[in-house]
């Protein structure tokens, strides 16, 4: 029975390579001479921590950010950009969580949607995944093009399609 795997991953190595040119590009810009800029990527909590002197500058930190991620072909809206927080002093600190997975509230949200299109498929729940499962590849193509075209807080991509 032909199935596919709706899941939300984010390429580490890419997002990676997207913060140090991002921190390269900082410690060249004029505008960010003799600042107290820091930006840390922690791989194992998937968490950027931003930690600068002004909003300004937090907001052209987030710009480069999001401009070397799109270069790198990584989906923004992956990025939970939080609240800013006043660290020590006149700075200001920002950790912005990088999104893995599927939520089970967003799961549900797309199991839904999937029975509602009234097609023979079957969704299912799969830790941070949704597994669709039918008898027509047919089906599970109308899926995924239904899937694309709605607006989700999450970056989906579709994988192991099986015959």
């Known amino acids: 029975m032909p199935s596919f795997d709706i899941v939300s991953k984010t390429d580490i190595q890419k997002l990676d390579n997207a913060i140090n040119t991002a921190k390269k590009e900082i410690t060249t810009r004029y505008d960010f001479h003799d600042s107290k800029t820091e930006i840390d990527f922690n791989k194992k909590d998937m968490n950027i921590h931003i930690v600068t002197e002004n909003e300004m500058r937090m907001k052209a930190i987030q710009d480069i950010i999001i401009a070397r991620s799109v270069k790198q072909a ?10 800013q927080q006043y660290a020590a002093g006149s700075l200001i600190k920002k950790d912005v969580k990088v999104k893995q997975g599927i ?12 029975k509602d299109t009234g097609l023979k498929v079957q969704a299912s729940i799969m830790e941070d995944q949704v597994r669709v499962t039918g008898k027509k ?6 899926i995924i093009a239904m899937l694309k075209n709605q607006k ?6 579709y994988e192991n399609f099986r015959n």
Request: proline share 3%.
């Open 152 to 157: 989700l807080e999450l970056p989906l991509q």
């Open 137 to 142: 590849i047919d089906d599970l193509q109308q």
């Open 103 to 114: 939520d089970k509230e967003t799961a549900r949200k797309i199991v839904k949607l999937i």
């Open 74 to 83: 990584i989906d923004t809206s992956c990025f939970d950009f939080g609240k």
